[in-house]
Nanobody, 124 residues
């Protein structure tokens, strides 16, 4: 079993920055790929970014490329999402997720474990 706890959400003005963290516990953190997803009101949960177990491979949805950066620290069992140049359309609940495997999924249905989510609100 894996427990994931997100932190770092909040309210920020458009153009500002926020950093999210996701602390993992339960199993060997370095054994799994990690992803960030978001869900806005009335919309489906969507892929934001993902990172391989080693941190050597990262993936982003097109709308956040060049603005968001995913990273991980396996010694601290933590994955991060640095969000810069935020836009009102980035407003959502952000979730981190863990996948036990070598591949790095971008589909939410593939991930095995989920955090409870953290709210990010970007005002215009």
């Amino acid at each position: 079993q894996v427990q994931l706890v997100e932190s770092g959400g909040g309210l920020v003005q458009a153009g500002g920055s926020l950093g999210l963290s996701c602390a993992a516990s339960g199993r060997t953190f370095s054994n799994y790929a990690m992803g960030w997803f978001r869900q806005a009101p009335g919309k489906e949960r969507e892929f934001v970014a993902a990172i391989s177990w080693s941190g050597g491979s990262t993936y982003y949805t097109d709308s956040v490329k060049g603005r968001f950066t995913i990273s991980r620290d396996n010694a601290k069992n933590t994955v991060y999402l640095q969000m810069n140049s935020l836009k009102p359309e980035d407003t959502a609940v952000y979730y981190c997720a863990a996948y036990i495997g070598i591949v790095v999924p971008t589909s939410s249905r593939t991930y095995n474990y989920w955090g409870q989510g953290t709210q990010v609100t970007v005002s215009s």
